[in-house]
């Protein structure tokens, strides 16, 4: 409960601080396109029918975790192959919102944006700030243990990864105007950084409520 609450103060610390920066009334507005929030929404509704099988979950991923959301994915698969269930008769739904969301991004991203300070994000190889992403291919030392899949891993067996918009649009915006960039332009770039396969959705808990909605059960994707 600690974590999740200082998670929310997080959040809404960096949406106030958006708005206070930027001087807008309605913040969030600012970097919207409502065609494109259309495209989001009709995608993303299409994306949650690829939902399959007798066995469904929903992880939701509000913090790194130390790359749990992808570890839990990893053994519900894992030990649903153990119990006699083939990945083609399963799904399980992560959703990357709050902190989580530079899992979405490919390695430049992290790279230009210090996603690691953002986020506190460490490798653990280096023991740094991570300037990668170290869960989508990730090498030697980057989970706790070998043998665990990484998220294009996942996404080949059938797992379904999605990211939250709306933090993407209070993140984007925080960073443009700490790095005194035009919001706009950081939010397209993180958009077009989004790695193959992930759907970005209109907001993480619209996204948990449609794999409810999908027959998935919610599981926190906490370490």
């Known amino acids: 409960?600690?974590?999740?609450?200082?998670?929310?103060?997080?959040?809404?610390?960096?949406?106030?601080?958006?708005?206070?920066m930027s001087g807008l009334t309605v913040p969030l507005l600012a970097n919207t396109d409502p065609k494109t929030e259309s495209k989001h929404v009709s995608e993303a509704d299409a994306w949650f029918k690829k939902v399959k099988g007798s066995h469904r979950v929903v992880y939701d991923a509000p913090e790194p975790h130390m790359g749990f959301?992808?570890?839990?994915s990893w053994a519900f698969y894992l030990t649903n192959n153990q119990t006699g269930t083939a990945d083609d008769d399963m799904t399980a739904v992560v959703v990357l919102r709050h902190n989580a969301i530079p899992f979405a991004m490919e390695d430049k991203l992290w790279q230009k944006y210090k996603f690691g300070d953002t986020f506190?994000?460490?490798?653990?190889?280096t023991g740094a700030s991570a300037l990668r992403n170290p869960f989508y291919v990730p090498k030697e030392g980057d989970y706790p243990m070998p043998g665990i899949d990484g998220i294009k891993t996942l996404q080949d067996r059938g797992v379904m990864i999605c990211v939250c918009d709306l933090a993407m649009t209070v993140y984007s915006s925080g960073t443009a105007q700490s790095m005194n960039l035009k919001p706009e332009e950081v939010k397209k770039?993180?958009?077009e950084g989004v790695l193959p396969g992930i759907q970005i959705v209109p907001s993480g808990v619209w996204a948990l409520g449609r794999a409810q909605e999908h027959g998935c059960g919610y599981i926190y994707a906490g370490g």
């Open 1 to 20: 409960m600690e974590t999740t609450l200082h998670s929310r103060r997080k959040f809404m610390g960096t949406l106030a601080a958006t708005a206070s």
């Open 69 to 72: 959301p992808f570890i839990w």
């Open 120 to 125: 506190h994000v460490n490798d653990n190889t």
């Open 189 to 191: 770039e993180w958009e």
